[in-house]
T-cell receptor
């Protein structure tokens, strides 16, 4: 158990809908990361937040957005869902930005199925 | 831009065989970090090891060992005396050093699926 929690574990929804994925980082971690794992694209970085502020952005679609709240939990919002958005979404956390790269610890993931 | 290549998409071995998973990376930075993660059938990503670019010492942890060679941009992972429980997908990942408070995203390879048969 990494200490990172993600809810829900599974999500099934229809095209055009909007969903919210939630992540609670490990105790004391200030950075939260979101990754998407799909069969065709592999594991891809989406976005990083540090202490409530966006720090880095990867190949995140405009239909997707995220935020980190004052209690440090994070939410990833996916809207106007398409079949191709079906994937495993991981959240990871690390202590924070310093002078070296932290190790990221991953949550169990949320499996999203868009029908 | 950084890139990680795991040329072996799938490896099948019989229990107790040794197996090496290859990882080759590309980066323009002189300071970077390399990682291995394991994804068992249950789906979670489990951290195995982290190595920075200035530390080329090989590391051994039980049946696991890692060989980092900067000259060939490789960070290979060997499992000695493999067991059925080692069956998983293994990912190699790269993160460049942080500058000006930029983020430290991980760039993953495509993964190697290891199947250990009894």
């Amino acid at each position: 158990d990494s200490g990172v929690t993600q809810t829900p574990k599974h999500l099934i929804t229809a095209t055009g809908q909007r969903v919210t994925l939630r992540c609670s980082p490990r105790s004391g971690d200030l950075s939260v990361y979101w990754y998407q794992q799909s069969l065709d694209q592999g594991l891809q970085f989406l976005i990083q937040y540090y202490n409530g502020e966006e720090r880095a952005k990867g190949n995140i679609l405009e239909r997707f957005s995220a935020q980190q709240f004052p209690d440090l939990h994070s939410e990833l919002n996916l809207s106007s869902l398409e079949l191709g958005d079906s994937a495993l979404y991981f959240c990871a956390s690390s202590p924070g930005i310093g002078h070296s790269t932290d190790t990221q610890y991953f949550g169990p993931g949320t499996r999203l199925t868009v029908l | 831009a950084q890139k990680v290549t795991q040329a072996q998409t799938e490896i099948s071995v019989v229990e107790k065989e040794d197996v090496t998973l290859d990882c080759v990376y590309e980066t323009r930075d002189t300071t970077y970090y390399l990682f291995w993660y394991k994804q068992p059938p249950s789906g979670e990503l489990v951290f195995l090891i982290r190595r920075n670019s200035f530390d080329e010492q090989n590391e051994i942890s039980g049946r696991y060992s890692w060989n980092f060679q900067k000259s060939t941009s490789s960070f290979n992972f060997t499992i000695t005396a493999s067991q059925v429980v080692d069956s998983a997908v293994y990912f190699c990942a790269l993160s460049e050093a942080i500058y000006n408070n930029a983020g430290n995203m991980l760039t993953f390879g495509g993964g190697t699926r290891l199947m250990v048969k009894p």
